[in-house]
Structure formats: structure tokens, C-alpha cells
């Protein structure tokens, strides 16, 4: 029997997930709030979101400041994690694959695992709420709804966006782990 057997077994059988998934995500009509809302929460993700969490965290100073110094830490280590899977894997995405009847989206790379959106919501909202737990239930809905989004828009795979949620958060706990 060949060693890789048991890996390509694994990997073939997510993949079909992630496909049978990508294909009822795309088949299925939400209501138009829901539209709204998954097209404004990976448009926050684009970026111009974080930069204004950012500002906010240095406005408010002290502790918010060493959550900023955590997040910028955590976020450089997430995306050259992400930088080299995506370089590795290249894995297209599913819009690549079949387009959404729904979304014309345009993605921001080629390549779909892991995602950028996800690993990024992961990575600043968890080291902000690792700062301020308060903040963490809304934080946590703000990440999986971003997370959600790329899916939903048929930009990503279940499985990029867990691996994004799953490199995002660990390097969050990492950076606050160094500097808390």
C-alpha cells in the first residue's frame, strides 16, 4: 500500500465536500439582505476595514496600543504563511470552476486555499478580542461572517476558509502569547 494513500484519501473526500457544497451555495437564491450583507462584509475584509480598526486601536492608546502592536505581528505571520500555501497549493477557485449566477465578484488573486479574507478576519479579530473580551462576541461574528461571505460569493471553498480561520487564529494566539 503507498503511504501518501490515507492523504490523498483524506484530501479527495474534501474536495468532493467542498464541491458538493460550492454547488448548493450557488444554486440557492438568499434574500437580498443577506446579499447585502455578504457582499459588505468581505468588501470590509478588502483591507480599508482593518486599516480603520487599526487607526482606532492607536486613537485609543494604552492597551489598545500593544492589541495594535499583537495585531500587525500576528497579521505579518499569518500572511506569509498564507503567501506560501497559496504559491504551493494553487488551488483555483471555485468561481474559476462554475461562476455564481448571483455575484460577479472579481477575485483579488488566482488561487483560492487558503483565504486571505478569512486568515485576516481570524487573525485581527482574535487578537483584539484576546485584548478586550468584551469585544468578542461581535468580533466573532464580524470573522465568521466575513469567512462566510467568501464562500457564499463563490470566491472560496469551505476548506479555504477554515484553514484561513485556522492559520489567522493561531497566529493571533502566538503574537498575543509574545506580547502580552
Not at 6 to 22: E, K
Not at 52 to 77: E, M, S, Y
Not at 90 to 105: D, I, K, S, T
Amino acid at each position: 500500500m503507498n503511504a501518501t494513500a490515507p492523504v490523498h484519501a483524506v484530501l479527495g473526500y474534501v474536495s468532493d465536500s467542498d464541491c458538493r457544497i460550492s454547488d448548493r451555495v450557488r444554486a440557492w437564491a438568499p434574500p437580498r439582505w443577506f446579499r447585502l450583507w455578504m457582499v459588505g462584509t468581505s468588501r470590509f475584509g478588502d483591507g480599508w476595514g482593518w486599516f480603520l480598526v487599526g487607526v482606532l486601536l492607536l486613537a485609543a492608546g494604552g492597551p489598545a496600543r500593544r492589541a495594535l502592536a499583537a495585531g500587525t505581528l500576528a497579521a505579518a505571520i499569518a500572511n506569509a504563511v498564507l503567501v506560501l500555501l497559496k504559491r504551493r497549493v494553487r488551488r483555483p477557485r471555485p468561481c474559476e470552476e462554475a461562476p455564481h449566477p448571483l455575484f460577479h465578484v472579481k477575485p483579488p488573486d488566482d488561487y483560492s486555499f487558503p483565504s486571505g479574507h478569512a486568515t485576516n478576519a481570524f487573525t485581527v479579530c482574535a487578537t483584539v478580542a484576546l485584548a478586550f473580551p468584551l469585544f468578542a462576541p461581535p468580533l466573532a461574528l464580524l470573522a465568521a461572517s466575513i469567512a462566510a461571505s467568501r464562500v457564499v460569493l463563490g470566491l472560496h471553498y469551505v476548506s479555504d476558509v477554515l484553514a484561513g480561520a485556522l492559520i489567522g487564529t493561531a497566529a493571533a494566539l502566538g503574537a498575543c502569547l509574545l506580547l502580552y
